[in-house]
């Protein structure tokens, strides 16, 4: 193939790449719909969802959760779930109080089988990402886990978001999948 003949149309093949012409960390088109996303929802006292295919394109109307006293969460029709399962999706939502994944979120993570669980909280951006087709292990394993390191953890934390970041850290070790923080860009 001659490259001439065929030059790269980049608007074809919708992308980011954060760094500027020089390079840098290749941005897919989903992380940067979910980026934009979450710069919506980082702060608001209410949980919001979306969920996002590879391509950027949202899988379902923006959720907003219910908040009664300390529980905040978004709630899904069972038409929602088939729109966002097995898509290897790009789940994000916001964590008003400022905490990381929950076993819960870990849990809808499994049952979409999406790529990435996303939670924005402030200036952070706490990910979980599989790496195969699945994430190689089941919800009881997940809850089981992350009840064994938060009894474990908890007195060395005198914070919530400290010990849940902690708690995310010892699950993805010992569940073998990635857990990174990212500060969230403006």
Known sequence: MNLREHEWDEAKHPRAQAGG????EFVSAGETAARAFESSVSGKSTEYAQAFDRHGNPLLA????????????VFFTSDDI?????????FSHNHPAGTSLS???MDLALLLNVKEMRAVAGAKVFIARRSGEK???GGGTVYDAYNKHANALKSAYTDRASL????MRAVAKELRFDYIVK???N
């Open 21 to 24: 012409a020089s390079g840098g």
């Open 62 to 73: 923006q959720r907003e959760g219910k908040t009664s006293g300390k529980d905040k969460a």
């Open 82 to 90: 088939v729109r966002m399962v097995h898509k290897d999706a790009l």
């Open 103 to 105: 076993k819960e979120d």
């Open 135 to 137: 994430w190689g292990f």
């Open 164 to 167: 849940t970041d902690a708690v």
């Open 183 to 185: 500060e969230r860009a």
